[in-house]
């Protein structure tokens, strides 16, 4: 076998002992409540406890912490993590590659995993680019017990300013540097502008961020202003038919009171986008949390 297809085992043999050194031991009772998913690449995992002593540790290239994050292998659960202030503090300083000026959060969940992809990486950048096809994205509504629509519309836009509505993004946009804004319509929060901003877009990784830039009401109440809402996903390729998955959502901790104590929606909806991203069905049994 050659000396580059074992370099990935052998990182992740590495990853797996420094994660046995510095994590507590999982509760045989926490084990048990995880979910087991057929076929196991489609999963989305519950909250798994990897991370605990380190914080949010998104692939931000820093050679100093070259083990992180943990990314479960290709048919194991994604990692899917909601995290407190008792785990982080009320001050959370966001890492520096994330661009995030504000410290604390009122919600903060993060996703990690692999998944296969085998076309071009041009093939993703559609896929992201294609505001439209958000449209319908359905979630596990935890106050409803079942499956809803999340996002009841969803269109790319010319712009900011009187943007008009337009044809999605095309692969050839998604360019570094480049800035986008699209609206959309949430099943709760109603319509709202966001920007989408490509730190990174090469062969190998894409890096893109989205926060809202317009307020986010329900039923006429601010609960969301300009820059509450926040995600950055992160996109490497492993191989030739394998890529990794890193997203970080956070709502930050001048958001309306109304959402907090609601972490299982933040989760699930998070999970939703990720199964989207991915090629998931969004309604696949069970959600990330009930």
């Known amino acids: ?68 994050p943990f990314y479960p292998g290709l048919n194991d659960l994604a990692i899917v993590k909601s995290w407190s202030k008792s785990d982080l503090g009320p001050d959370w ?57 999340l996002i009841v519309d969803a269109y790319a836009l010319t712009g900011l300013q009187s943007g008009r509505r337009r044809g999605d993004f095309t692969s050839d946009e998604m360019k570094e540097g480049k800035v986008l804004y699209f609206e959309q319509v949430d099943n709760l929060s109603g319509k709202a502008i966001y920007r989408m901003q490509i730190v990174e877009a090469s062969a190998r990784r894409l890096v893109f961020d989205v926060e809202n830039v317009s307020t986010m009401r329900y039923f006429l109440i601010p609960i969301l202003h300009p820059g509450d809402l926040q995600s950055m996903y992160f996109l490497d390729r492993e191989s030739d038919s394998v890529w990794r998955y890193y997203s970080i959502v956070r709502t930050g901790r001048n958001a309306n009171g109304l959402i907090a104590g609601n972490d299982s929606s933040s989760v699930n909806r998070a999970v939703a986008f990720y199964r989207h991203l991915v090629g998931i069905p969004t309604t696949q049994e069970p959600p990330g949390a009930r």
Request: some cysteine.
């Open 1 to 68: 076998m050659p000396v580059k297809d074992k370099l990935p085992r052998f990182r992740d043999a590495l990853i797996l002992s420094a994660l046995l050194l510095i994590l507590p031991a999982i509760n045989p009772a926490q084990e048990a409540n995880r979910l087991q998913l057929s076929p196991p690449t489609l999963q989305a995992g519950r909250l798994i406890d990897v991370e605990s002593q380190l914080g949010p540790q998104p692939p931000c290239g820093d050679q100093l912490m070259p083990f992180y």
């Open 93 to 149: 300083k966001p890492p520096a590659c994330t661009g995030w000026a504000e410290v604390g959060f009122t919600t903060l969940v993060t996703i990690a995993a692999r998944f296969p992809h085998t076309s071009e990486a041009s093939g993703l950048f559609r896929h992201i680019g294609a505001i439209s096809e958000l449209a319908g994205m359905r979630y596990w509504s935890t106050t409803h017990k079942q499956w809803r629509t």
